[in-house]
Each structure stands twice: as structure tokens, then as C-alpha cells.
């Protein structure tokens, strides 16, 4: 089987701000949600917004491919989902 290629929609050339971030519970909470710039199904949804003030669900691997999102803020968002995933694991 052939690997298939990732197409990836929003436009490099913009300017991204994340706006918050959350996680669906996959398959044992809401599901997934696709991501709007490669289609994946997420579950770990990174919320950002343009310079036209739209906002897009995408995942975290996404995230990384914008680089007009700042460093830090793309680092405190990763260091929040393994927070609360070490959370949910310590519960169940």
C-alpha cells in the first residue's frame, strides 16, 4: 500500500496565534475531530487564529508546520497536554 501524501490547506504565509488548545478523550471520551489543515483525525486539538481573526482546529504535528506561531507558546501547549494526560493516567 501506497503512502499517501499529506495535503495541508492553511497558507504558510499567514500569520497564527493560538487561542487555546484541548483534548476530545478520543475514543473513550467526544471522538476525534479532524483536523482543518491535513485531515487527521485529532484528538489533542490545537485551537488557532489568523490575522483575519478565523480560527481553525488543528493538531499539534500542524501546529509545528506554522512557524509564524511563536515557540514558547507552541512548547507551553505540548507542556499542558502531557500535564493532563499524566492527569488522566493517575486517575484511571
Known sequence: MAKKKRVYLLP??????????????????????????????????????????KKSYIGADCAKTLTSIKEEDLESTMKLFKYGESIRKSIL
Open 12 to 53: 504558510h504565509n499567514e500569520t497564527y496565534e493560538i487561542v487555546s488548545s484541548f483534548h476530545t478523550g478520543g475514543i473513550e471520551g467526544e471522538g476525534f475531530l479532524p483536523c482543518d489543515n491535513c485531515g487527521a483525525l485529532l484528538s489533542k486539538v490545537v485551537v488557532v487564529k489568523d490575522s483575519n481573526n
